[in-house]
């Protein structure tokens, strides 16, 4: 099943922050966050693992709450390369962590 | 991280005719990866590719409609047939790569138009 992402689009203005959520239904082994531009391919930002620590990849954070089957993408002090779509994949089956299971996508708009 | 190229980069081909996507890895990868993404969707899982044996595939794709060749630990293809204007999408493969192999990078991916 489907994680389920919030919100589904934000707009910001340069240095402002922004918090994107992403639940699921299934008990989850791991949490993966890409950014998509536009044209381009997902590039991997971080993986946040069972029992594992918060992540940072330059002002970009991610929590994982397990219980409530949750993660969280922190982005600090945005700047206008954060543009793009945020996608969260899970992995529920504890077999690979190349066979993800990807939400709807938030898309992250970030103006001068 | 593992760098992944893929061929053709975009192609329109007509209904009820197949297209070959081609994948290849700088490095020895164990698992190769095939997503699939539909205009302004996300991204779905097709299959997994296995060196040396039966791709794996997820529910809802079939072998028939996308085979899929592994030939060896740095090289993949799938091939999309008989194609319809459904399967217009952006195909990407995938491997997993990083210091402990979690991190999953994707190909460029191969643009297809189908008319």
């Known amino acids: 099943q489907q994680p389920v992402q919030s919100p589904q689009a934000v707009i910001l203005r340069e240095g402002e922050d922004a918090v994107i959520n992403c639940s699921s239904s299934?008990?989850?082994?791991?949490v993966h966050w890409y950014r998509q531009k536009h044209g381009e391919a997902p590039v991997f930002l971080m993986i946040l693992l069972k029992g594992g620590e918060q992540m940072r990849h330059e002002k970009i954070s991610a929590s994982f709450n397990e219980k409530k089957q949750q993660s969280s993408l922190y982005l600090t002090a945005s700047q206008l390369s954060y543009s793009g779509t945020y996608f969260c994949g899970h992995n529920a089956g504890g077999t690979s962590y190349g066979k993800l299971t990807f939400g709807q996508g938030t898309i992250l708009t970030v103006h001068p | 991280s593992a760098v992944i190229s893929q061929k053709p980069s975009r192609d329109i081909c007509q209904r009820g005719t197949s297209l070959t996507i081609q994948c290849q890895v700088d490095?020895?990868?164990?698992?190769m990866f095939w997503y699939r993404q539909q205009p302004g969707q996300s991204l779905t899982l097709i299959a997994t590719a296995n060196q040396g044996s039966e791709a794996t595939y997820e529910s809802g794709f079939v072998i028939d409609k996308f085979p899929i060749s592994r030939p060896n630990l740095t090289f993949s293809t799938l091939t999309v047939s008989n194609m319809s204007p459904e399967d217009s999408s952006i195909y990407l493969c995938?491997?997993?790569?990083?210091?402990?192999?979690?991190?999953?990078?994707f190909g460029p991916g191969t643009r297809l138009t189908v008319t």
């Open positions: 995938s491997v997993l790569s990083g210091t402990a192999s979690y991190e999953q990078y």
């Open positions: 490095s020895q990868v164990t698992m």
């Open positions: 299934k008990a989850l082994y791991s």
